[in-house]
């Protein structure tokens, strides 16, 4: 069986760390889950006043989050928090009220800083943000990557085998989360 894994990289840098972190990652996951990054950069602020009728943009991202068996965030930390950016695609994908893309959704969070807490706080706030939307998080493993160009060459390649084995283990562990998730209950179209 396959699982598509629908992930969102909470940074609109071009040379985004989290984007690499996000090749190494899929590189290193198992053959059962098939990646679709969601994209965020293209959305407007969300408002209220939009819930009457979503904008395409919206309207994509909530049908790319329908499609996905499971949702990967690989963000940044900015300011100890989230992006405003992912923080918006959340708000738009939790909404309109009693339509929230990611009701039961299988998730887990992982995150890429140069700075030594590697996303902590970032990880931590989104979280919080996950469990108010009722996705269902993977809690262990945790995954705080501090990242350098030595460690992380470029093209998903890991010069560390410790480190790729803990990827590599973490992307495992996500796959087994998602099978234990969805044999509870199958997900299906919202
Ligand atoms: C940062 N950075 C940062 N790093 C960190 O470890 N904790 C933090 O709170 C912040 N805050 C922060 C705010 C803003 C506005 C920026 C632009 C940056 C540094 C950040 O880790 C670094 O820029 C990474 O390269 C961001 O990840 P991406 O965009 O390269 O994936």
Partial sequence: TTYKVGYFIGSLSST???????????????E???????????LPLYSPDHDANYPPEAVALKDAIHRSQAILFVTPEYNR???????????????????????????AVIGASVGQ??????????RGVLS????????????????????????GEVVDDAVRTFLADFMDEFRDHIVRVLSVLPRQGH
């Fill in 132 to 155: 108010f939307c009722n996705a269902r998080q993977m809690t262990a493993p945790e995954a705080y990557i501090q990242f350098n160009k030595t460690l992380f060459p470029g093209d």
């Fill in 117 to 126: 807490i590697g996303t902590a706080l970032a990880q931590q706030a989104l």
């Fill in 81 to 107: 928090s989230i992006p405003g950016a992912l923080k918006n695609a959340i708000d738009w994908a939790s909404r309109p009220w009693g339509k929230n893309a990611f009701d039961h959704i299988p998730a």
């Fill in 16 to 30: 985004s760390v989290n984007r690499e972190l996000s090749r190494v990652l899929i590189r290193l996951a198992p």
């Fill in 32 to 42: 059962e889950l098939e990646f679709t990054e969601i994209p965020i950069g293209n």
